[in-house]
């Protein structure tokens, strides 16, 4: 759990059990939700209330974000990694080809994307310490804020000195997804490398945040551990951060397990209907944050989820490094998509949803 939640699994789960139809619907009815409203949404009693659930979540979503929906292109630059997570294919021990993009490259996959349309773009790399060191993401954020309005960093946690830098260097946005908030299951699966540390990980964001960044995207690793668990932590987590990082938006995500060459299955699998439940819930919790739904997902799952309660997502997204154009027929990927459409289709299907396509939601120049 959240190391600052005071309450341990037992307690979570036992007040899971004691919520009631009454209380779904006094926290659907709240003006402000509490932690226990969003309790109250997680539980078994509100999987029968989806439809009040989803008509609520569409209001909320609506009221601070009208019909819009922000795309953004995930730009994977490294797939070396000296971490060993069973659930990843980019496994150091894993005997996978291994691509490190030089600037160069990096310049003609920005050239592709912008292409596609998206002025929105996610740097992602392994944790490779002596090549994504702090100076190379440098000289990466300062050549993609001349391309981009908006450019963020998924990568290895810094420290809050290097954020910084990176800060300084352009990046607006830093996502570090907690993978699990169980401490024992996270030893577990993270044996060996510098994502050992729960702790280091932990208050990534924290850094990030007194460093500057404006946001910070976060999730936990859908199915690995018992979800209602995990998202009451995630919660916890999201309300401590919009105290000590008042400046920072909070972005969530809510990736699910997809299937790996080194055949990892996850223990705690997660249904579209959970998966429904928890981002309806959120939304109506955390009604002015940003929440992002995965190419993990369907097509069909991900144009209906930016109807009621997602704001943001990727379109076109290539996961292997050198994707968009260096390696365009290579797979080299950390995860399996379910959304492989083109950029094109994707802005079609959100109009046809009767939504408008936002590709610029942000500029540091203002």
């Known amino acids: 759990m959240f190391p600052k939640l005071k309450f341990t699994e037992r307690q979570i789960l036992d007040y899971y059990r004691s919520v009631t139809p009454r209380m779904v619907a006094a926290?659907?009815?709240?003006?402000?939700?509490?932690?226990?409203?969003?309790?109250?949404?997680?539980?078994?009693?509100a999987a029968g209330c989806i439809d009040e659930m989803r008509e609520?979540?569409?209001?909320?979503?609506?009221?601070?974000?009208?019909?819009?929906v922000s795309v953004y292109a995930p730009l994977y630059i490294s797939n070396s990694c000296?971490?060993?997570c069973k659930y990843c294919d980019f496994n150091s021990r894993r005997k996978v080809e291994r691509k490190i993009l030089t600037?160069?490259?990096?310049?003609?996959?920005?050239?592709?994307?912008?292409?596609?349309?998206?002025?929105?773009?996610?740097i992602v790399a392994g944790e490779d310490p002596k090549r994504m060191n702090v100076d190379f993401?440098?000289?990466?954020?300062?050549?993609?804020?001349?391309?981009?309005?908006?450019?963020?960093?998924?990568?290895?946690?810094?420290?809050?000195?290097?954020?910084?830098?990176?800060?300084?260097?352009?990046?607006?946005?830093v996502t570090c997804f907690q993978e699990t908030y169980d401490q024992d299951l996270y030893r577990d699966l993270?044996?060996?490398?510098?994502?050992?540390?729960?702790?280091?990980?932990?208050?990534?964001?924290?850094?990030?945040?007194?460093?500057?960044?404006?946001?910070?995207g976060m999730a936990f690793l859908l199915g690995l551990a018992p979800w209602r668990l995990e998202a009451a932590s995630l919660g916890a987590h999201a309300l401590y951060l919009m105290k000590e990082c008042y400046r920072s938006r909070i972005q969530f995500a809510f990736p699910r397990i997809t299937p790996v060459n080194?055949?990892?299955?996850?223990?705690?699998?997660?249904?579209?209907?959970?998966?429904?439940?928890?981002?309806?819930?959120?939304?109506?919790?955390?009604p002015q944050s940003a929440m992002t739904v995965s190419t993990r997902e369907s097509p069909a799952f991900r144009d209906a989820i930016v109807r009621s309660c997602a704001d943001n997502m990727s379109a076109g997204s290539r996961v292997t490094p050198g994707g968009y154009a260096v390696l365009a027929d290579r797979e080299v990927a950390q995860f399996t998509l379910k959304d492989d459409r083109k950029a094109a289709d994707v802005y079609a299907a959100i109009r046809q949803n009767g939504q408008e396509v936002v590709f610029k939601n942000w500029d540091s120049r203002i």
């Open 27 to 45: 926290s659907l009815d709240a003006s402000r939700c509490s932690f226990f409203d969003l309790l109250n949404l997680l539980s078994p009693a």
């Open 56 to 68: 609520r979540a569409t209001l909320a979503r609506r009221r601070y974000y009208g019909k819009t």
């Open 82 to 84: 000296v971490n060993c």
């Open 103 to 122: 600037l160069d490259e990096i310049r003609l996959e920005c050239q592709a994307i912008r292409q596609s349309g998206s002025d929105s773009v996610l």
């Open 137 to 173: 993401l440098g000289q990466v954020g300062r050549m993609l804020r001349e391309m981009f309005s908006y450019v963020a960093l998924e990568v290895a946690p810094r420290d809050e000195a290097e954020y910084r830098q990176l800060f300084a260097a352009g990046y607006e946005g």
């Open 190 to 216: 993270h044996p060996a490398g510098p994502k050992s540390n729960y702790d280091y990980r932990l208050w990534t964001l924290l850094r990030a945040g007194r460093a500057g960044f404006r946001v910070l």
């Open 262 to 286: 080194g055949g990892f299955q996850p223990a705690n699998p997660v249904s579209d209907a959970d998966l429904e439940q928890m981002m309806l819930a959120f939304r109506i919790a955390f």
